[in-house]
């Protein structure tokens, strides 16, 4: 069986820049993936300003259930919580969703984090799916990294297959390591390996082999960090791709990472 998948920061669905509304154009956006299971991360929950500010492009909707529209089911973790509203986490299925279960693994007073594990029903199998937006320091992140790894081990059988997508922020790429280890999990970019290059050799020399790296994704306009990852177990990747082009740049300071994937 194959599934087809995105992971997408959507900036609560305002521009980069004056922070204008973008949610139709977003809808639009992710019904063009044609993924059958989203991840998406910085999803307004409901913000009174913008409701009120711009009343008609702002949908009355929860934001999840509005992207969502009818081809999808929307789960919704909430983390960050003010005064005009609140935002986190969703996953949108076009698989019915058994389960979920939002944790909060926030490190610091000053950013609200979470762990959004929904199981998925496939016609085959149970699928467990996380959706990840980890902390700006990196402290914070590595705690995280340990929380996220203890959820997916109790939380899911060694032997399901398993999907954890989202912006981790980790653009020095410290993470990766311990989630392969750990987990026994790949990033859908690993096999995207240099077959040459002067520090491919120094590795060689080393015997520690090429360095697997994650894509670049943000900025959106001009990627360049790699914060954004979908690992995978239990699954074979058949391709993976970053969306670029103005019309992405518009939408979120993230480009979104569509890849197409199989259960073994």
């Known amino acids: 069986m194959k599934i087809r998948i995105a992971t997408y920061n959507i900036h609560k669905g305002v521009s980069s820049l004056r922070s204008m509304p973008r949610v139709h154009a977003l809808k639009q956006a992710l019904t063009s993936m044609e993924a059958d299971i989203l ?3 910085e999803v307004q929950g409901r913000h009174d300003k913008f409701a009120m500010r711009h009343a008609s492009l702002w949908p009355e909707q929860e934001q999840h259930h509005f992207l969502a529209g009818e081809s999808h ?4 973790g909430m983390n960050a919580v003010y005064d005009h509203g609140h935002h986190g986490n969703a996953l949108l299925s076009r698989f019915p969703v058994l389960s979920s ?7 610091h007073a000053y950013e609200s984090r979470g762990i959004l594990h929904c199981v998925v029903q496939l ?3 149970e699928l467990h799916c996380y959706v990840i937006h980890l902390g700006l320091f990196a402290r914070s992140r590595k705690r995280q990294t340990d929380a996220l790894i203890e959820a997916v081990s109790t939380s899911s059988p060694p032997d399901a297959p398993l999907i954890i997508a989202g912006d981790f922020n980790d653009w020095t790429n410290q993470l990766s390591d311990s989630l392969r280890n750990r987990l026994g999990v790949c990033e859908v970019f690993d096999e995207n390996l240099p077959s040459r290059g002067f520090g491919l050799y120094l ?4 015997g520690r082999g090429p360095k697997a790296m994650p894509a670049r994704t943000f900025p959106a306009a001009l990627p ?3 914060l954004d990852r979908i690992y995978v177990r239990g699954l074979q ?10 019309i992405w740049a518009k939408l979120s300071d993230h480009a979104p990472i569509v890849a197409s994937l199989a259960l073994k």
């Open 39 to 41: 991840f998406l991360q």
């Open 237 to 246: 990747i058949e391709s993976a791709q970053v969306l670029r082009g103005p």
């Open 123 to 125: 016609p085959e199998t």
């Open 203 to 206: 590795r060689s020399l080393s």
């Open 224 to 226: 360049w960090l790699r």
């Open 73 to 76: 089911q929307a789960v919704y």
């Open 101 to 107: 279960t939002n944790q909060d693994v926030s490190d």
